[in-house]
């Protein structure tokens, strides 16, 4: 079996990959996810047991078995990558599928790179769409075409400041998809430039504008 690479869509789809078919399983994630502060504090624990092939009937196995259906326990193990927690599933599981203390491989799977005290502006699949420096002016565009500017000011590798509020890099990524929002570089001030990891083609004429400016 060839395990679909989760991304970071819907949190409905995540759990559905996750579960692999398993009622329980599907249950338990909800119930976990109840255990987390954020959605996105959630999405990066099932990045992690993702990245250690745990799925599925795997899980139950951790969850009864190592965590003794104790939600905390489960949680904490899979933080810590807990060695004795891949030795069990292993032992128990006898499909293809291993589990692993990391690196599972995946089609698709994008593998972050250190950010150098850089801001990463990213979709929900952590593609990286534009890099900056420590500072940066970005432009948000709503679905009528109005724009708005924001400064957005680097705080660590995954959280930066915009407009006097702290955001997580893939929670700003977040916002912008549900509210339909779309955001690219402001025209730069003299001195600053702006480095575009991926064509970001304009939608919109005025968008087409600055991009001939900046470019």
């Known amino acids: 079996m060839v395990r679909e ?9 995540i759990i559905y990959i996750m579960s692999e078919g398993n009622d329980t399983v599907n249950e338990l994630l909800h119930n976990c996810l109840l255990e987390f502060d ?4 959630f999405i990066k624990w099932i990045l992690i047991m993702d990245d250690m092939n745990i799925r599925g009937d795997q899980l139950q196995i951790v969850y009864e078995n190592y965590a003794s259906s104790d939600i905390s326990k ?4 899979i933080e810590a990558r807990d060695e004795k927690l891949v030795e069990l599933v292993n032992a128990a599981y006898v499909h293809e599928e ?16 250190e950010h150098a ?6 979709d929900t699949s952590w593609v ?8 940066a002016e970005i432009a948000v565009n709503d679905k009528r075409g109005r724009e708005r500017t924001s400064t957005i000011k680097y705080l660590n590798d995954d959280f930066f400041l915009i407009d006097n509020t702290v955001m997580h890099i893939w929670q700003f990524a977040d916002m912008l998809e549900k509210k339909g929002y779309h955001c690219v570089p402001a025209l730069p001030r003299k001195g600053t430039k702006y480095r575009c990891m991926m064509y970001h083609p304009p939608n919109t004429k005025r968008e087409l504008k600055r991009y001939k400016k900046n470019f």
Request: proline residues 0%; charged residues 25%.
């Open 5 to 13: 690479y989760i991304k970071t869509g819907s949190i409905g789809e």
């Open 74 to 77: 489960l949680i904490k193990g």
């Open 38 to 41: 954020s959605l996105w504090e």
């Open 117 to 122: 005290n850089e801001i990463w502006l990213i």
């Open 98 to 113: 291993r589990a692993c203390l990391g690196g599972a491989d995946r089609a698709g799977k994008v593998a972050l790179q």
């Open 128 to 135: 990286v769409k534009y890099q900056f420096g420590l500072e």
